[in-house]
C-alpha cells in the first residue's frame, strides 16, 4: 500500500463530496484513538475548517468526552441500521462545546448490535449519509473490531486511514493487524479501491524518562513504517487524563498545551495547506 501522505485538498480524492474522510484505526484498544480523532478535530477547527466527528466505537468514548448530550436515538446506528439515509450525517449532527466549528454524530452502546448484521450493501450507507454535510473534514473514530460490519463502513466512507499506537509491542501488533485488515479491504472489496494510508500517530510518548522498551519499539516501528510513522510524537501527561475525566479540552490546562503543539504539528504534517507556512 502507498506510503504517502495524500492532501486533503485534492479534488480526486473526495468522498461524498467532502475533501477529506479519516478513519482513525487500530485493533488494539487503549491506543489513543478518540484521544487523536479529537486532538486533530479540534486543531483542524482552530484554524478555521469546518470539522465533523463520528463516533463509530459502541464505547461512544468520543461522545461522552466531548460532553455531548445525545437526545434518544439520535446516534450514528439511526444511519447503519437503515436504508434511506442519503444525506443524514448533517441532520443528526449536534454542536459541541469544544470548538463552533466542530459538530459530532454521536455513538452508541446499540452499535454492538449492528456487528452482527451484513446487510446488503450496508457498508455503503456511511459514505452515502456524508453527502451534502456542510464540513470540510470527516474524522471517523473507528472501534477495534477487525473486519467488523462498522470497520468495512468506516473504511469504505474515507479518503484515508490514520492508525495510532503506543510505544509497546501491544500498541505496534494493533497497527499491523490494521494495516493487514485495511490490506485485505482493499484486495477483497471493490467498494473502495482509492483508500490510502495516512501515517501512523504515536501517542503516550515517554518524553520526559524515556524507557527502553519504548526505544526498541520505536526502532521497530521506524523499520516497519519508514515514512508512515509521523512526527512529533504525542507526550505522556497526566492533563489529558484529567481533561477526559472532566469531559473537556486538555488545552484548557496549562500542562495540556505542549499536547495541543504536537497535534498542531501532526495537522501541519496531515493537512499541510492548513500550515502557518501555507496560509
Keep these: 500500500m502507498t506510503t504517502s ?9 473526495s468522498v461524498g463530496g467532502l475533501r477529506d474522510v479519516m478513519t482513525i484505526a487500530s485493533e488494539k484498544g487503549g491506543v489513543g484513538k478518540t484521544f487523536a480523532t479529537l486532538g486533530l478535530a479540534r486543531e483542524l477547527a482552530s484554524r478555521g475548517l469546518k470539522v465533523g466527528v463520528i463516533d463509530l466505537d459502541p464505547r461512544a468514548t468520543a461522545t461522552v468526552w466531548l460532553g455531548v448530550d ?3 436515538g439520535e446516534h450514528i446506528g439511526a444511519i447503519l441500521g437503515v436504508d434511506d439515509v442519503d444525506g443524514a450525517a448533517a441532520d443528526l449532527a449536534l454542536p459541541t462545546p469544544w470548538h463552533p466549528a466542530l459538530a459530532l454524530v454521536p455513538g452508541s452502546r446499540d ?3 449492528l456487528e452482527q448484521t451484513s446487510p446488503e450493501y450496508g457498508e455503503l450507507r456511511l459514505r452515502r449519509a456524508l ?3 456542510d464540513v470540510d473534514v470527516v474524522l471517523i473514530d473507528a472501534p477495534n473490531r477487525q473486519g467488523g460490519f462498522l ?9 484515508r486511514v490514520v492508525y495510532t499506537t ?11 493487524w490494521a494495516r493487514s485488515n485495511v490490506s485485505r479491504f482493499r484486495t477483497m472489496s471493490p467498494l473502495n479501491p482509492q483508500l490510502a494510508e495516512g501515517g ?4 503516550r510518548w515517554p518524553d520526559t524518562v524515556t524507557t527502553r522498551d519504548a526505544r526498541d519499539t520505536l526502532a521497530a516501528l521506524e523499520e516497519d513504517l519508514g515514512d508512515l510513522l509521523l512526527r512529533p510524537f504525542i507526550p505522556e501527561r497526566v492533563a489529558v487524563r484529567e481533561a477526559r475525566k472532566g469531559e473537556v479540552w486538555w488545552g484548557d490546562y496549562r500542562n495540556g498545551r505542549v499536547i495541543t503543539e504536537s497535534f498542531a504539528g501532526l495537522v501541519d504534517r496531515l493537512w499541510p495547506e492548513t500550515s502557518v507556512e501555507a496560509r
Design 200 to 203: 501512523v500517530i504515536v501517542t
Design 70 to 72: 445525545v437526545p434518544e
Design 166 to 176: 503506543t510505544p509497546d509491542e501491544d500498541g505496534r501488533a494493533g497497527v499491523e
Design 5 to 13: 501522505t495524500p492532501s486533503v485538498m485534492a479534488a480526486d480524492a
Design 111 to 113: 452499535l454492538a448490535v
Design 151 to 159: 470497520i468495512r463502513s468506516a473504511l469504505t466512507a474515507s479518503t
Design 131 to 133: 453527502a451534502g454535510w
